[in-house]
């Protein structure tokens, strides 16, 4: 079977280029240990500092800025954590309510640790209000944390502004560009932003590998401990192959930022425009002006997103949901539950996100595969125009869990 991939935000494939560039680190060739004191594996440095120079060119850092990470997730916590380690005093920490779990869930953590936690809110089209932000920072504030795009929706926050009102108090701030990095342009000496965080698979990069932009002076404690490697901010033996991938990575994104906001969004707007057509009652969640170029999060009134997801994958579509059901209970993403999504249509919401390597045949097969089956479920389903929700979430097979 033939599948349309619509699942970029979760992960990207590894690209040809990507996949080519590791295979000697993989062999006989290049498997030495960077920190060794031989020259076998001591000329590894080079590759090293090569993907490093990639990495930086991306976001207009300097490359002795960056450190190499396994992932997002530790990007985020390094940032979140190493600040609050280096500021014992401060105990306020600030983010939003539509933060990915790898801040959102560290910062609740934080929460039952004795830290003040301020999660700011969004407005309908998943916006914040600056007047919010700037009240929501005090002097006791030890870091301000927002990510760049929002996962589900793409809308992009204004972190140039954000981080103005942060050094006005003389207070750090931290940017999830997981999703934006490679998409829209980046430069953290424009943006002023003091932590960055990036992952390698949302840049068709493998899995397992990120990195985190520390701006030049700035002290974090760091997360790992051991070694003497990332000049000590970041302990353990270097994953050689995966470093050099994300450069690859990296440098790929930065030639194709075009193409992403071009092609890939005409292909966006166009599945966009054709949906909302052929499905009444669908209704696109988040801001259409700020946003990725590659997102669109569409909800389709009076279905579960579940049987939207898996009726597509029966036809080669792969998407993902606003979302999850798991163990018995259905809860709608917290994200459009923070926008205000009514419940009707948050239980059937569906992200397409894009990439360079779709094609306009993939956006016929969803046009022409997704009208049918929302309004086969719409037949059989009891929920339809004049409900709340609230007989959903009482009689649905899953229960809504009010937080």
Same mark, same amino acid.
């Given at each position: 079977?033939?599948?349309?991939?619509?699942?970029?935000?979760?992960?990207?494939?590894?690209?040809?280029?990507?996949?080519?560039?590791?295979?000697?680190?993989?062999?006989?060739?290049?498997?030495?240990?960077?920190?060794?004191?031989?020259?076998?594996?001591?000329?590894?440095?080079?590759?090293?500092?090569?993907?490093?120079?990639?990495?930086?060119?991306?976001?207009?850092?300097?490359?002795?800025?960056?450190?190499?990470?396994?992932?997002?997730?530790?990007?985020?916590?390094?940032?979140?954590?190493?600040?609050?380690?280096?500021?014992?005093?401060?105990?306020?920490?600030?983010?939003?309510?539509?933060?990915?779990?790898?801040?959102?869930?560290?910062?609740?953590?934080?929460? !039952?640790?004795?830290?003040?936690?301020?999660?700011?809110?969004?407005?309908?089209?998943?916006?914040?209000?600056?007047?919010?932000?700037?009240?929501?920072?005090?002097?006791? !504030?030890?870091?301000?944390?927002?990510?760049?795009?929002?996962?589900?929706?793409?809308?992009?926050?204004?972190?140039?502004?954000?981080?103005?009102?942060?050094?006005?108090?003389?207070?750090?701030?931290?940017?999830?560009?997981?999703?934006?990095?490679?998409?829209?342009?980046?430069?953290?000496?424009?943006?002023?932003?003091?932590?960055? !965080?990036?992952?390698?698979?949302?840049?068709?990069?493998?899995?397992?590998?990120?990195?985190?932009?520390?701006?030049?002076?700035?002290?974090?404690?760091?997360?790992? *401990?051991?070694?003497?490697?990332?000049?000590?901010?970041?302990?353990?033996?270097?994953?050689?192959?995966?470093?050099?991938?994300?450069?690859?990575?990296?440098?790929?994104?930065?030639?194709?930022?075009?193409?992403?906001?071009? !092609?890939?969004?005409?292909?966006?707007?166009?599945?966009?425009?054709?949906?909302?057509?052929?499905?009444?009652?669908?209704? *696109?969640?988040?801001?259409?002006?700020?946003?990725?170029?590659?997102?669109?999060?569409?909800?389709?009134?009076?279905?579960?997103?579940?049987?939207?997801?898996?009726?597509?994958?029966?036809?080669?579509?792969?998407?993902? +949901?606003?979302?999850?059901?798991?163990?018995?209970?259905?809860?709608?993403?917290? *994200?459009?539950?923070?926008?205000?999504?009514?419940?009707?249509?948050?239980?059937?919401?569906?992200?397409? +996100?894009?990439?360079?390597?779709?094609?306009?045949?993939?956006?016929?097969?969803?046009?022409?595969?997704?009208?049918?089956?929302?309004?086969?479920?719409?037949?059989?389903?009891?929920?339809?125009?004049?409900?709340?929700?609230?007989?959903?979430?009482?009689?649905? +097979?899953?229960? *809504?869990?009010?937080?």
């Amino acid at each position: 079977m033939r599948w349309v991939y619509l699942d970029n935000n979760a992960t990207t494939m590894v690209a040809p280029e990507v996949r080519e560039a590791m295979l000697p680190f993989l062999s006989d060739e290049k498997y030495g240990n960077p920190s060794s004191m031989h020259a076998f594996g001591g000329r590894i440095g080079k590759d090293i500092a090569r993907a490093r120079e990639q990495v930086a060119a991306l976001i207009g850092a300097d490359p002795a800025d960056i450190i190499f990470t396994s992932c997002g997730t530790e990007g985020d916590n390094t940032a979140v954590v190493g600040s609050l380690q280096a500021q014992p005093a401060k105990r306020r920490v600030v983010t939003t309510r539509v933060e990915h779990p790898a801040i959102r869930t560290l910062c609740r953590r934080l929460a !039952t640790q004795g830290y003040d936690l301020y999660e700011l809110h969004v407005d309908r089209e998943g916006l914040l209000d600056m007047d919010e932000v700037r009240e929501a920072i005090t002097d006791d !504030t030890a870091i301000v944390t927002v990510m760049h795009a929002n996962n589900e929706t793409g809308v992009v926050f204004p972190i140039h502004e954000i981080a103005a009102l942060c050094h006005e108090r003389g207070v750090r701030f931290h940017t999830d560009a997981v999703q934006s990095a490679g998409k829209i342009p980046i430069d953290v000496r424009e943006i002023d932003v003091d932590l960055l !965080t990036i992952s390698g698979h949302k840049l068709h990069a493998p899995k397992g590998v990120g990195a985190l932009y520390v701006r030049r002076g700035l002290h974090i404690e760091p997360l790992l *401990v051991g070694g003497h490697q990332e000049n000590g901010r970041r302990g353990g033996t270097e994953n050689v192959p995966s470093i050099v991938a994300l450069g690859v990575g990296c440098e790929l994104a930065l030639r194709r930022m075009r193409e992403e906001n071009t !092609t890939v969004r005409a292909m966006r707007d166009r599945l966009e425009r054709e949906l909302l057509k052929s499905a009444p009652d669908a209704l *696109v969640n988040g801001n259409t002006e700020h946003r990725l170029p590659n997102t669109t999060n569409i909800s389709f009134e009076y279905v579960e997103g579940e049987a939207i997801l898996l009726l597509l994958s029966r036809v080669g579509i792969a998407a993902s +949901s606003g979302s999850a059901c798991t163990s018995g209970s259905l809860e709608p993403s917290h *994200v459009l539950r923070a926008m205000g999504v009514p419940y009707t249509a948050a239980h059937g919401s569906v992200r397409f +996100s894009f990439s360079p390597y779709n094609t306009e045949d993939d956006v016929d097969h969803v046009v022409k595969h997704l009208p049918p089956i929302i309004r086969r479920l719409r037949e059989i389903s009891p929920f339809g125009p004049g409900t709340d929700g609230s007989d959903w979430m009482q009689k649905g +097979s899953c229960e *809504v869990h009010h937080h």
